[in-house]
């Protein structure tokens, strides 16, 4: 079974400087998909950045990129220039390419940004 | 365009009681899915239906009952609720193609006493 690990259950940044939240997953797989969410205090799952594994260039949307080393099984959320409103939890997730395609969250990450 | 839509958004329960949890799409996505959000745990699946007329276990099933009612619901039935079932669920929705999102409701948070 594929299992995803947040080893940072809370951190911290101040406004304007750049923090990397970390993700490490397990899988037999070698083709699937995976993903940061954002997850507010209003409690709406956000979906910030994605990467599809057979992929080696690294996704960027705007401030948040990742740093996908597919050999380590390691998927790094950057986020740069961090504004009050990157508070939140943010989740790592997995999802197969093939067969039952759910969703396998971490634990979170809590981000709380500095002013 | 309302996406993914949860009822209620708030439930308190006395232990042994029943409820449903109702989820609707309008986006006529093929699969469906119940998760269950705790602190430290993440979201953990409880059932998924890929595609009208089937469900299948998740992660944590147990205590919980699904009914794909057509493409657009599907139910969250707990039959006699524990505080151990106190939580924030989420439903969510795909279209099934490989290269697409899911999309969450806004979640219930069911409060067992």
């Known amino acids: 079974a594929q299992t995803v690990t947040q080893s940072q259950p809370e951190m911290s940044v101040q406004e304007a400087e750049t923090v990397t939240l970390s993700c490490t997953y397990d899988?037999?797989?070698?083709?699937?998909?995976l993903f940061w969410y954002k997850q507010p205090p209003s409690r709406q799952m956000i979906l910030v950045i994605r990467q599809e594994a057979y992929k080696q260039q690294n996704a960027t949307e705007n401030r948040f990129s990742v740093n996908f080393q597919k050999a380590a099984k390691s998927f790094s959320l950057k986020i740069s220039d961090s504004q009050l409103g990157d508070a939140a939890m943010y989740f790592c997730?997995?999802?197969?390419?093939?067969?039952?395609?759910?969703?396998?969250f971490g634990q979170g990450t809590r981000l709380t940004i500095n002013p | 365009n309302a996406g993914v839509t949860q009822t209620p958004k708030f439930q308190v329960l006395k232990t042994g009681q029943s409820m449903t949890l109702q989820c609707a799409q309008d986006m006529n996505h093929n699969s469906m899915y119940w998760y269950r959000q705790d602190p430290g745990m993440g979201l953990r699946l409880i059932y998924y239906?890929?595609?009208?007329?089937?469900?299948d276990k998740g992660e944590v099933p147990n205590g919980y009952n699904v009914s794909r009612l057509n493409k657009r619901e599907f139910s969250l039935r707990l039959e006699s609720a524990a505080p151990s079932q106190t939580s924030v669920y989420f439903c969510?929705?795909?279209?099934?193609?490989?290269?697409?999102?899911?999309?969450f409701g806004q979640g219930t948070r069911l409060t067992v006493v």
């Open positions: 997730a997995y999802r197969r390419v093939q067969g039952a395609q759910k969703l396998v």
């Open positions: 899988t037999s797989e070698s083709d699937y998909y």
């Open positions: 239906s890929a595609s009208e007329g089937t469900t």
């Open positions: 969510a929705s795909r279209s099934g193609n490989m290269n697409t999102e899911a999309f």
